[in-house]
Nanobody
């Protein structure tokens, strides 16, 4: 059973930074792409960014390019989302996700999801 557990969400002022973490268990971490999605109130869940199995390739939504960075640590079975220059429009529940292919997540879906962590950016 695949489990994804996020942490690191919270309240931050606009222009600030947060780092989200997601610990994965239940299957070989290095065999699957990892990613992050978010869902704001009244909106559909959207892809934020993802990282390939070997960590070489990353893919980001246009809205976060240049501000957010995804990385992974296979020794810790953990994927990170470093969020800088946060804006009020980044406020959402952020979900960790995993799928065999990065392209699957970039297309807007995933095989497994975490429970989500709230990020709130005040103006």
């Amino acid at each position: 059973q695949v489990q994804l557990v996020e942490s690191g969400g919270g309240l931050v002022q606009a222009g600030g930074s947060l780092r989200l973490s997601c610990v994965a268990s239940g299957r070989t971490f290095s065999s699957y792409a990892m990613g992050w999605f978010r869902q704001a109130p009244g909106k559909e869940r959207e892809f934020v960014g993802g990282i390939s199995r070997n960590g070489v390739t990353t893919n980001y939504a246009d809205a976060v390019k240049g501000r957010f960075t995804i990385s992974r640590d296979s020794a810790k079975n953990t994927v990170y989302l470093q969020m800088n220059s946060l804006k009020p429009e980044d406020t959402a529940v952020y979900y960790c996700a995993t799928s065999f292919l990065l392209s699957t997540m970039a297309g807007g879906t995933s095989e497994y999801w975490g429970q989500g962590t709230q990020v709130t950016v005040s103006s």
